[in-house]
């Protein structure tokens, strides 16, 4: 359908749900709306309602100087990758008046609200100056805060969250530090920590947990573990900050970095100050709770983006995303419900890709860790495709991570790790995800092949191979973190890949027999009970397959060595 046609059936539709009175509760009629932040959330609520409703008297109060501002690209700015800091701030009040008629007030922060009168208090952050403002709908966009941990010393950390805070980290960083401590492994410290290697700086690196990117699992992270490393990053995991001084970070463990400046990046909690003035309820992960329209428990009072809990898409459950797609996303849902339109709920997958160095890592749904916790059954299958032919010049192989349903085949998850066509790949799955296409149905995908982008079976198809395989029986497998248990129960692994690539490295006591050789040295394998093991699991399926139609109890071991040599059972 041609895009004239399309906004003709929405402004349809939308006539239509103005007059249909079983419609949803929406805000009678909206003539004053009020966004409360101008960034991701609030401003495609404010834009997306203009576009419905061109009368409405739409406000918008940012407490920044800037509005409608790319936070994601404020790392590539500090490190010069962004060379052009206008080219961050994407519109400004004069644009967003001129274009769509909207009252942007920045500098202007919301200090109160009066949810009986319909009033929001305002506060003009230079002057002082005080103004009620009246509403009929008001949109809650104030997005999230940096968490700072209670260590003495912590105000001398800088966060990275606003053009403010970015213009001050320059300032810093522009004084040339020959070393800065970031505090805190997550997607935005390890962007800081590269931009700030990109400028040739010292960085130390530290993070509490054993592995940085938590959405990630451990097997799926030590590449990135060695990635920083190679860039020069002094890693500091299991690492506690423990206190902050102007010229040092000491660790829980006594250890003491001295380091020029700190950055705090330990992740972010909703900024519910607001909310909680005025009493909204607060879920139980901190946010606001929202419906499925993003009503907050006052139906007039709408919250969307950091600030609000979401719905999570495999449980129901309530989440946080602090997240740029879904804040955008439900700033339309919230539009849209204002203007009387019933929009289709969003809940949240959750995926997101973060760029270390040269490498791409990626996720979407639930992660193992999760699952574990969660006690909810699933297959995990680990595969090391090429992005594209491997006999087109430039391959790179990248570790893809499927994580399934045992009794459904509904995926529940995907991680990828790699320097090309990770993000592909993650977006097909988060794509087939969303359209409830299940693991082995992966195979069936028609996906674009040339040798330059692909292979004719894509990593996607072979992670839907690999699915069915296991769904069908024909493949049982084993995992890295089972090694140590098989070993000790005495069940002889074998690995089938050739003399030489086992002498370059090996799971330690295994036994060397080359997929070749299976036929003529079965007599070196007892009966019964074996694991099979190649570089990615592709022999190890072929040797496995022979095995069992020789009476053998055989189990391949998922993703071969390279997943194993990845994990913490290496260590
Ligand atoms: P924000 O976009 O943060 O906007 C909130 C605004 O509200 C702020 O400008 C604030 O000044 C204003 N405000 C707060 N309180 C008040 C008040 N009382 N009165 C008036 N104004 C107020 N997400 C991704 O998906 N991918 C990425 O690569 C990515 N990178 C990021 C990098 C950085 C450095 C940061 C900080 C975030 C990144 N994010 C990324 C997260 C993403 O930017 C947020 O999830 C998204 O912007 C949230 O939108 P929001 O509207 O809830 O809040």
């Known amino acids: 359908m041609g895009r004239e046609l399309l906004d003709l059936r929405e402004e349809l539709l939308f006539g239509l749900r103005l007059l249909d009175d079983d419609f949803d509760d929406p805000v009678a009629v909206a003539e004053q709306v009020e966004m409360v932040g101008g960034v991701a959330g609030g401003m495609s609520a404010a834009t997306r309602l203009r576009r419905l409703d061109p009368t409405a008297a739409i406000i918008v109060l940012e407490r920044s100087k800037y509005v409608s501002y790319a936070n994601c690209g404020l790392p590539y700015y500090v490190g010069g990758v962004i060379a052009d800091q206008a080219s961050l701030l994407l519109q400004t009040p004069a644009s967003l008046d001129a274009r769509f008629d909207l009252d942007v007030r920045v500098g202007t922060e919301a200090v109160a609200i009066d949810p009986i009168a319909q009033t929001v208090t305002a506060r003009n952050v230079a002057s002082g100056e005080l103004t009620t403002l009246s509403y009929d709908a008001l949109v809650l966009s104030p997005g999230a805060e940096t968490i700072k941990p209670p260590i003495p010393g912590i105000d001398l950390a800088m966060p990275l969250r606003t053009v403010e805070d970015m213009d001050a980290l320059i300032e810093r960083v522009g004084r040339k530090p020959k070393h800065v401590t970031v505090i805190g492994g997550g997607f935005i410290g390890v962007e800081v920590v590269e931009n700030l290697r ?187 495709p090429g992005q594209h032919a491997g006999y087109y010049p430039g391959q790179d192989l990248m570790m893809l991570k499927l994580l399934v349903d045992p009794e459904t085949q509904q995926i529940l998850g995907a991680q990828g790790v790699g320097v090309d066509g990770v993000d592909k790949r993650i977006d097909v799955i988060a794509t087939a995800m969303k359209g409830g296409i299940t693991a082995p149905e992966l195979m069936d995908l028609e996906l674009a092949y040339a040798p330059p982008f692909s292979s004719a079976k894509d990593p996607v198809n072979m992670l839907g191979y690999i699915a069915d395989n296991i769904a069908t029986g024909q493949t049982k497998i084993v995992h890295w973190d089972d090694v140590t248990e098989l070993q000790a129960a005495g069940t002889p692994i074998i690995d089938v890949r050739t003399a030489f690539e086992h002498k370059r490295g090996s799971i330690p006591n295994t036994l060397n027999i080359p997929v070749d050789e299976l036929r003529a040295r079965i007599g070196e394998i007892p009966k019964g009970k074996v694991v099979v093991y190649c570089a990615v699991g592709q022999r190890g399926h072929t040797a496995a397959m022979f095995l069992n139609r020789l009476d053998y109890d055989a189990y391949n071991l998922d993703g071969g060595y390279k997943t194993w040599s990845n994990s913490p059972a290496r260590a």
């Open 198 to 384: 990109h400028l040739d700086i010292e960085v130390t690196l530290v993070e509490a947990a054993p592995q940085v990117l938590a959405p990630i699992d451990p097997e799926m992270v030590g590449q990135v573990h060695k990635v920083l490393v190679a860039n020069g990053v002094d890693l500091r995991l299991n690492a506690q900050a423990a206190a902050i001084e102007h010229d040092a970070v000491v660790l829980a463990s006594g250890d003491r970095i001295e380091t020029e400046l700190t950055v705090v990046a330990i992740g972010v909690r909703p900024d519910t100050t607001l909310a909680k003035q005025i009493g909204l309820e607060i879920g139980p992960r901190g946010g606001i709770s929202v419906d499925e329209f993003n009503r907050t428990s006052v139906k007039t009072i709408y919250a969307i983006g950091d600030v609000a809990e979401k719905r999570d898409a495999l449980d129901g459950s309530a989440v946080l995303v602090p997240l740029a797609n879904i804040a955008n996303r439900h700033g339309r849902v919230v539009a849209d419900h204002i203007a009387g339109i019933t929009p289709r709920p969003v809940p949240a997958q959750v995926t997101a890709i973060v760029k270390v160095f040269h490498m791409a890592v990626a996720s979407t749904g639930w992660n193992e860790k999760r699952l574990k916790a969660a006690g909810r059954p699933y297959i995990a299958i680990h595969t090391h």
